[in-house]
């Protein structure tokens, strides 16, 4: 059953997507050629929404850290990653307070849903799915040590902050064009983007009622866990209080990425930790 279309606003993803997502009767016409171009539009719209102070943390302060993480977790993977879960995963990895065996379990978990969806490599929903399944229950989970080798990795980078922006904007910018090329995986994407088309005002509208901000840019990873694993906002809600816990742990103005995907890899890491899931060295 899809979820009714409230009338209600959202001042945080642009007018056009927002336009879209309130109308469900262009919901199901719309084709790939009109919906990408708006989706797209959106994406690049998103930063300049937040305010200021949350837009600097993002893009300033958390992007080396996130650009490092990419060296934690390639060596990690079983199958290819597209380049949007690949950052997500990256992020989760991204302050070393989840251990490398138990990033390699949830990175496993992730990678079994993809194949049983048939895909060749662990696509958005892929991770949404196997980090809805794993997370939903385990709320927030607080920091614990920092692993030692991603604190190597990490030594020094006050000093290499602009350069290692500067790397990752190159390394992101080369895979996305390579999914891009991907005629099967960029049709995939539009297509699951225009199945969550219902899910995304409820999103929206949970979010705008927190007491943080949250970026733009992660209500998708939501509407993709209600799309495929039928959640409702009360099972979403552990999940973004999780999330809000950990951007004030961090004494965020509001909701990055890497908060959202730093409290779903600590908690999808305690799941499988209860389950037994994780193998140590």
């Not at 109308?23 to 929404?49: H, N, W």
């Not at 302060?61 to 934690?72: L, M």
């Not at 030594?155 to 999914?179: M, N, P, T, V």
């Not at 951007?247 to 409290?263: C, F, K, S």
């Amino acid at each position: 059953m899809q979820p009714q279309v409230s009338s209600a606003a959202h001042g945080g993803c642009g007018p056009a997507w927002e336009s879209l997502i309130r109308d469900a009767e262009r919901m199901t016409t719309i084709s790939p050629g009109e919906l990408l171009p708006i989706f797209q539009g959106m994406m690049r719209e998103g930063c300049r929404l937040c305010p200021r102070e949350q837009t600097r943390i993002c893009q300033f302060e958390e992007k080396p850290f996130n650009v490092v993480a990419h060296e934690v977790v390639r060596p990690l993977f079983g199958m290819p990653w597209e380049f949007k879960a690949e950052d997500l995963v990256a992020g989760g990895a991204s302050d070393g307070t989840v251990p490398v065996e138990a990033l390699a379990a949830v990175i496993r978990e992730v990678e079994a849903v993809a194949r049983e969806n048939g895909h060749e490599a662990v696509t958005l929903l892929d991770y949404s799915v196997a980090m809805g399944r794993l997370a939903r229950a385990a709320g927030y989970v607080p920091p614990g040590e920092v692993d030692p080798r991603f604190a190597g990795l990490t030594a020094g980078i006050e000093e290499r902050r602009l350069e290692l922006i500067a790397a990752g904007k190159k390394d992101s910018q080369a895979r996305a064009a390579a999914f891009r090329a991907n005629a099967a995986a960029a049709a995939r994407n539009a297509e699951t983007i225009r199945a969550a088309l219902p899910y995304e005002a409820p999103v929206h509208d949970l979010l705008a009622g927190r007491p943080l901000h949250w970026c733009s840019h992660l209500p998708h990873l939501f509407s993709r866990m209600m799309l495929r694993l039928g959640y409702t906002d009360e099972d979403l809600l552990p999940m973004v209080e999780a999330a809000e816990a950990v951007a004030r742990e961090r004494n965020h103005p509001g909701v990055t990425p890497r908060d959202a995907e730093t409290a779903l890899a600590r908690a999808a890491a305690a799941a499988l930790a209860v389950q037994g899931g994780i193998e140590h060295d």
